[in-house]
């Protein structure tokens, strides 16, 4: 295998000047790095320069509507968003009451295995790697589906909404199979309450006597809202888009991306930031001292500690430079849940990290732009307060993802192989998110 590698190495490296000679890109980024314009979406829109060009706060858009103002809302009015949210993102609009009471209870109801499925699919065969046993059930609905290979847009929005709501069934009953038949712990198959919210239900799920608080619950809802949708230019929802385009099902399509999501570079950063935090908390001998954090932050960066890839976890994005929008909004209930789990000093502790990570980027690295917590830095923070094992990290971003993928592969059913009008240009000023009392006047 090390001579077949070395052959490898040897005749595979293309010389960087090439990708400047012909204008190619590296994948979805420009050769320093930057996030490029992958193609046009009406499903959400990301700023991170103003008209001038100069770097701005960033700014998420679904659908027009800044994020910001969307979970201001529903923490202003105490109540879950999740389907709601996933309403606008499928259909592009805000549903009134009465259309928004109908769609939850046709996710409920859809919220629901063949018989025997978790049985003869899910516990027959178990492995740690979560993503891949989700795949792999994906695949086995497919044999369930007479329609499978349907391509209306009619049956593939009933298949999406299928797995929108069964995406948290697939994903924590292969952790329970997996815990269970590996780890040697008490096996548990809790089944859905049609009554609770989809951020309940994983809960209510995961956790053996099924209990759970109302701000853990509502912090969830609004972990799965912000990794719900950015554009169509991450490597995930990118797939979706060439996949969908070759006229392949559901299934294969979402798989596609469930593939490519996984990767340490997409989805799975999120436990590398965790894992890259405990690494320092254990290796330093006071929290408290910001020179000694700086010095240890600055050996990560030079591959001489943690996993000695020279990566600061949590930290930078393709497109934004000065703020994360989804980081921004996330870590307001971050310092409420940890006030509720007792976690100050370890809360404490992440507001360093992410305050001093930049200086030391800056200071080692020569950056084209600038360099801030993203919404993965927080969110598995997140996930370690609501006690979710690392293996569901992952499977979690799967869950709010499947929502915005299939919003892209409906747009793109729609839109190959015929001109595709002008994408419209959001409008910052102009369009809002309003109370659902507004929406019924």
Same mark, same amino acid.
């Given at each position: 295998?090390?001579?077949? %590698?070395?052959?490898?190495?040897? =005749?595979?490296?293309?010389?960087?000047?090439?990708?400047?000679?012909?204008?190619?890109?590296?994948?979805?980024?420009?050769?320093?790095?930057?996030?490029?314009?992958?193609? +046009?979406?009406?499903?959400?829109?990301?700023?991170?320069?103003?008209?001038?060009?100069?770097?701005?706060?960033?700014?998420?858009? $679904?659908?027009?509507? =800044? *994020?910001?103002?969307?979970?201001?809302? !529903?923490?202003?009015?105490?109540?879950?968003?999740?389907?709601?949210? %996933?309403?606008?993102? +499928?259909? /592009?609009?805000?549903?009134?009451?009465?259309?928004?009471? %109908?769609?939850?209870?046709?996710?409920?109801? @859809?919220?629901?295995?063949?018989?025997?499925?978790?049985?003869?699919?899910?516990?027959?065969?178990?492995?740690?790697?979560?993503?891949?046993?989700?795949?792999?059930?994906?695949?086995?609905?497919?044999?369930?589906?007479?329609?499978?290979?349907?391509?209306?847009?009619? =049956?593939?929005?009933?298949?999406?909404?299928?797995?929108?709501?069964?995406?948290?069934?697939?994903?924590?009953?292969?952790?329970?199979?997996?815990?269970? $038949?590996?780890?040697?712990?008490?096996?548990?198959?809790?089944?859905?309450?049609?009554? !609770? %919210?989809?951020?309940?239900?994983?809960?209510?799920?995961?956790?053996?006597?099924?209990?759970?608080?109302?701000?853990?619950?509502?912090?969830?809802?609004?972990?799965?809202?912000?990794?719900?949708?950015? /554009?169509?230019?991450?490597?995930?929802?990118?797939?979706?888009?060439?996949?969908?385009?070759?006229?392949?099902?559901?299934?294969?399509?979402?798989?596609?991306?469930?593939?490519?999501?996984? /990767?340490?570079?997409?989805?799975?950063?999120?436990?590398?930031?965790?894992?890259?935090?405990?690494?320092?908390?254990?290796?330093?001998?006071?929290?408290?001292?910001?020179?000694?954090?700086?010095?240890?932050?600055?050996?990560? !960066?030079?591959?001489?500690?943690?996993?000695?890839?020279?990566?600061?976890?949590?930290?930078?994005?393709? *497109?934004?430079?000065?703020?994360?929008?989804?980081?921004?909004?996330?870590?307001?209930?971050? @310092?409420? !849940?940890?006030?509720?789990? /007792? +976690?100050?000093?370890?809360?404490?502790?992440?507001?360093?990290?992410?305050?001093?990570?930049?200086?030391?980027?800056?200071?080692?690295?020569?950056?084209?732009?600038?360099?801030?917590?993203?919404?993965?830095?927080?969110?598995?923070?997140?996930?370690?307060?609501?006690?979710?094992?690392?293996?569901?990290?992952?499977?979690?971003?799967?869950?709010?993802?499947?929502?915005?993928?299939?919003?892209?592969?409906?747009?793109?059913?729609? =839109?190959?192989?015929?001109?595709?009008?002008?994408?419209?240009?959001?409008?910052?000023?102009?369009?809002?998110?309003?109370?659902?009392?507004?929406?019924?006047?």
């Amino acid at each position: 295998m090390n001579k077949y %590698t070395e052959k490898i190495k040897k =005749n595979s490296i293309i010389p960087l000047d090439f990708y400047q000679q012909y204008d190619v890109k590296k994948g979805l980024r420009d050769v320093n790095g930057k996030g490029v314009l992958a193609g +046009l979406t009406n499903i959400s829109a990301i700023h991170s320069f103003d008209d001038n060009g100069d770097p701005m706060a960033g700014i998420l858009e $679904y659908r027009a509507i =800044n *994020i910001k103002d969307i979970s201001e809302h !529903l923490k202003a009015e105490n109540r879950f968003g999740f389907e709601e949210i %996933t309403y606008l993102l +499928l259909f /592009g609009e805000l549903p009134t009451l009465e259309e928004l009471t %109908t769609f939850t209870q046709e996710l409920a109801a @859809k919220r629901q295995l063949p018989k025997d499925f978790v049985r003869d699919i899910i516990l027959e065969a178990t492995s740690c790697d979560i993503m891949n046993s989700i795949s792999r059930s994906i695949l086995s609905l497919a044999t369930f589906d007479s329609k499978a290979s349907e391509m209306t847009l009619e =049956n593939v929005l009933d298949q999406s909404l299928c797995l929108i709501a069964n995406f948290p069934l697939l994903a924590i009953y292969a952790y329970q199979a997996y815990n269970h $038949y590996e780890n040697g712990k008490s096996l548990y198959i809790h089944y859905p309450d049609e009554n !609770l %919210t989809t951020a309940q239900n994983i809960l209510r799920l995961l956790r053996p006597d099924k209990q759970f608080s109302d701000i853990e619950a509502k912090v969830l809802d609004l972990a799965l809202i912000l990794h719900m949708e950015h /554009g169509g230019g991450n490597n995930s929802t990118f797939t979706t888009h060439v996949v969908t385009s070759s006229g392949t099902d559901t299934y294969a399509s979402v798989v596609a991306s469930l593939s490519s999501l996984k /990767g340490s570079k997409h989805g799975g950063a999120n436990i590398q930031v965790a894992k890259m935090l405990d690494n320092i908390w254990e290796n330093i001998s006071d929290p408290s001292d910001e020179a000694e954090i700086s010095e240890y932050l600055r050996r990560i !960066l030079n591959k001489e500690a943690f996993d000695r890839q020279g990566l600061i976890y949590g930290m930078g994005h393709a *497109i934004y430079s000065v703020s994360d929008p989804r980081a921004e909004v996330l870590k307001s209930y971050v @310092k409420e !849940l940890a006030e509720e789990k /007792g +976690l100050h000093d370890e809360y404490n502790f992440y507001k360093k990290i992410e305050r001093l990570a930049p200086q030391v980027i800056a200071q080692e690295r020569n950056m084209y732009k600038g360099v801030s917590a993203n919404v993965d830095f927080y969110s598995g923070f997140v996930y370690q307060m609501l006690g979710l094992p690392e293996e569901l990290y992952t499977p979690l971003f799967a869950i709010a993802r499947i929502v915005g993928w299939s919003a892209h592969r409906m747009e793109e059913m729609l =839109n190959m192989n015929k001109i595709i009008r002008p994408a419209y240009e959001s409008v910052l000023t102009t369009k809002k998110y309003k109370k659902i009392e507004d929406r019924n006047a």
